[in-house]
T-cell receptor, first 115, second 115 residues
């Protein structure tokens, strides 16, 4: 069963504006981590931001912030002041607790920043 | 070199060839992973190694054979592949396998084409 859902196959944003990329997840494990990765056309997956299930505050890393709504099981990525270099695929991922080695990825959202 | 490196970056092979993909991490991590990324499909975990021991084989066909001689190096040996095996193969590493808190760092990937 799909555990990570990204409903936006593609998104467009104007340069310097903010954009929100949606991610919902499904788990019954109380301990889990949520991750966002950026994949430019070069192929490398670049780690952006992490949110733990027990974290009380939303994670922030520079222009990236994670809007974590635990009850809704959503972990949306917010990119502020978009730049042309932000154009890429963005993947949401989740890893559950215990000895589970599996990091589940969503299908991704292709973000295009327009000048 | 820093981070996670993969060679070759591009590989074209026939169905009867034998080739190997190499991954090296310079992060002092103990866990390494192979992922397959096909077009229009979520990232698929193939193998996990933790302290050189394979801890996960996600029902991968035997024509893919991993090898982890030490915590810094990971290989994927390929033989008798099919055209549907054409994909981007990504290597990743993390401090430890398992648990929700270990973010994975990815290499640039090997773009494999099977003719």
């Amino acid at each position: 069963a799909q555990k990570i859902t990204q409903t936006q196959p593609g998104m467009f944003v104007q340069e310097k504006e903010a954009v929100t990329l949606d991610c919902t997840y499904d788990t019954s494990d109380p301990s889990y981590g949520l991750f966002w990765y950026k994949q430019p056309s070069s192929g490398e997956m670049i780690f952006l931001i992490y949110q733990g299930s027990y974290d009380q505050q939303n994670a922030t890393e520079g222009r990236y912030s994670l809007n974590f709504q635990k009850a809704r099981k959503s972990a949306n990525l917010v990119i502020s002041a978009s730049q042309l270099g932000d154009s890429a695929m963005y993947f949401c991922a989740m890893r559950e607790g215990g000895n589970n080695n599996d990091m589940r990825f969503g299908a991704g959202t292709r973000l295009t920043v327009k000048p | 070199e820093t981070g996670v490196t993969q060679t070759p970056r591009h590989l074209v092979m026939g169905m009867t060839n034998k080739k190997s993909l190499k991954c090296e991490q310079h992060l002092g991590h103990n866990a390494m992973y192979w992922y397959k990324q096909s077009a229009k499909k979520p990232l698929e975990l193939m193998f996990v190694y933790n302290f050189k021991e394979q801890t996960e084989n996600n029902s991968v066909p035997s024509r893919f054979s991993p090898e982890c001689p030490n915590s810094s190096h990971l290989f994927l040996h390929l033989h008798t592949l099919q055209p549907e095996d054409s994909a981007l193969y990504l290597c990743a590493s993390s401090h430890l396998a398992g648990g929700p808190y270990n973010e994975q760092f990815f290499g640039p990937g090997t773009r494999l084409t099977v003719l």
